[in-house]
């Protein structure tokens, strides 16, 4: 029997590289790259400011995600192809709302969602130790497999549908509440929104039961693998010590440039420097960005790491979706049960 939609007609959305490159492998001719990892950085509602501002958070005008193109021609029906990653997850929402700005009703949106691959053994128990998981691609499935999801696709009820779109809304919002609220309390259809928070989570400032500030998660780990020693941020991700997988489970969905990124905003971060940056092995500019400094805690940087913070500016601010965590105009902080509150 023929298949319901002919591949080589409809237009897909890819959330990286290596599935679009495969979707036009097996026939696809229209393909809308939309490859960005937006669980970090900032979010825009405004799909103009939203484009300035990841470039600008990127360093960066190549155009990889080219979702609001005005040159993007929606032919029906759309097909938005999504694995398990909380990337794409995020990305596929963002796509919902985006589609149903230019018009094109959720009943011609086919949205092919792929399950997790199955790993080696080996790598399946270090995979189920991860609280959250951004490693799965759609192109980690044959070309077979694509195609037989071509035969079956259909659409999403409106109802989860308008739940993604919803869920976008919140998550570009100035104020993270509500979204960290949906997903302590969950949405029906989006089994991603627990662990989605277990990983965003990682990067607000907390306070502890006895109203301490403390450091993000993911500052305090990055703070202590710094040590009076210059190390490049390749030597950073890579030191063995009792936080390394817990540095990679989260750099698993930052990508590793997240993390000379990070350590930046520390290197310029007001008069009284906690992280110090000098010159690295490679050139600036010429493609090795965790090779190209080296960074150093100072005695300010380590009573930060110890002894916790006295305001929430004693260290950089970092843009996550719609808010800003160590924000000094709109703060926020986590609590020990995982809540967001005012500090």
């Given at each position: ?38 669980l970090t950085g900032p979010s825009r509602r405004s799909p103009l400011e939203h484009v300035q501002e990841r470039q600008a958070w990127w360093k960066s005008s190549e155009l990889w995600d080219s979702l609001y193109s005005p040159e993007i021609r929606w032919d029906l ?267």
């Amino acid at each position: 029997m023929a298949p319901l939609t002919d591949i080589r007609t409809a237009t897909h959305i890819a959330f990286d590289a290596p599935t679009a490159e495969q979707l036009l492998r097996i026939g696809a001719t229209h393909v809308v790259l939309a490859s960005d990892r937006l669980l970090t950085g900032p979010s825009r509602r405004s799909p103009l400011e939203h484009v300035q501002e990841r470039q600008a958070w990127w360093k960066s005008s190549e155009l990889w995600d080219s979702l609001y193109s005005p040159e993007i021609r929606w032919d029906l029906p759309v097909i938005p192809w999504v694995s398990s990653s909380l990337h794409e997850r995020v990305s596929l929402w963002r796509t919902c709302s985006w589609l149903r700005h230019v018009g094109v009703a959720c009943h011609d949106v086919l949205i092919v969602e792929l399950e997790p691959v199955v790993r080696s053994s080996v790598r399946s128990r270090e995979g189920s130790k991860r609280p959250f998981d951004c490693s799965q691609s759609v192109s980690d499935h044959p070309d077979d497999a694509l195609l037989a999801c071509i035969e079956k696709a259909s659409p999403w009820p409106p109802e989860r549908y308008d739940r993604a779109v919803c869920l976008w809304d919140s998550y570009v919002d100035e104020t993270p509440l509500p979204f960290a609220e949906s997903c302590m309390a969950g949405v029906e259809g989006f089994p991603e929104l627990a662990p989605l928070w277990a990983f965003l989570s990682c990067f607000f400032p907390r306070r502890t039961a006895g109203g301490a500030l403390r450091l993000s998660r993911f500052d305090e780990i990055t703070l202590s693998r710094l040590s009076s020693e210059w190390q490049t941020p390749a030597g950073v991700a890579a030191q063995t010590s009792e936080t390394l997988v817990d540095m990679w489970h989260l750099l698993f969905c930052t990508g590793d440039l997240f993390l000379p990124r990070r350590l930046e905003h520390w290197a310029d971060h007001d008069s009284s420097t906690a992280v110090e940056r000098a010159p690295g092995p490679k050139p600036p500019g010429a493609g090795y960005p965790m090779l190209s400094e080296v960074y150093r805690l100072t005695e300010r940087g380590t009573r930060l790491r110890d002894r916790g913070l006295e305001q929430l500016t004693d260290a950089p601010s970092l843009p996550i979706a719609g808010t800003e965590a160590y924000s000094a105009s709109a703060p926020w902080v986590l609590l020990e049960d995982g809540r967001l509150a005012r500090p």
